[in-house]
């Protein structure tokens, strides 16, 4: 009997489990639970007889794959995958997955919720101001920032999008204003918004160059990577510029020093929970599990990201 081995740190919700369970079980294959592990070494050891797995931002190192003799795919429910060594992977000869646009509401509402909080100065009784009217600025047009340019158009914001794999023409039928540069997009822009994935091309690409050319009074929204940032530059623009903002789901390392000092023009999540809402733990987990179903019964391999 095959054994899908689904482990989370972050666990799903149960209604995403229980779903999981029944695609799982009802392909007659066994399901295994790691859930809340605390160390990698408790992931290498509960992956030894796993044909399958899925994981969402839990690292699948060489140790992991080298440590499943049996593993065929791996499945992250999610969109960014830099937490895959796909390399390993293909070398095991295992399939490498992810769910892409599952759980892109989830997060695209967050970069919404983000931007007014930080608006309304965090909810204190301080002065805000309001996103209606202004402008926002989207860098990387996928399944997420498409979404939170919808939303914001609905709120009376003008919306500017750029992404290297896109052409003008693309952005402008998913409703935005192509920009034609990055550096066009941070000048222009009362606040951004990041959706690019962390691979070598955008790690530290976002730095002191690009937010400080944002206007007066500006927000930086990243619900994407932390390692897209170059936190030395987000330091030395914030402590340059009284009046701009960053708000975060993935916490710099230097989080707590950008609290002391900058106080309520930063904030950043505990822990990473722009896809953690039932809707899309059940419709990423769901997708996960039917993806490996798929692979195994029918050789369907459509979300391949090793090929
Ligand atoms: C993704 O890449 O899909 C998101 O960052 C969600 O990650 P998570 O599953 O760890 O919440």
Redesign the pocket.
Known sequence: MKKVLVATQ?PFAQKAVDGIRKIVEDAGYELALLEKYEQQAEFVAAVADADALIV??DKVTAEVIEAAPKLKIVV??????DNLDLEACTKAGVVAM?TPGQ?SNA?AELAVAMMIFMARTQFTPATGSEIQGKTLGIQAFGNVGRLVGAKAKALGMSVKAIDPFLKPEQIVSGGAEPAATLEELYSGSDCVSIHIPATPQTIGSIGYDLISRMPKGATLVNT??KEVIDEAGLYRALKEREDLKYVTDVAPDNIETLKAEFGTRVFATPK?????TAEANLN?GLAAARQIVDFFENGVTKFQLNK
Do not use: E
């Not at 992250?76 to 995958?81: K, L, S, T, V």
């Not at 990473?272 to 953690?276: P, T």
């Open positions: 972050k969402r931002s992250r429910a999610g969109a960014g995958f992810n759980n997060v994407a990577r990473k929970m722009g896809a953690q990423a």
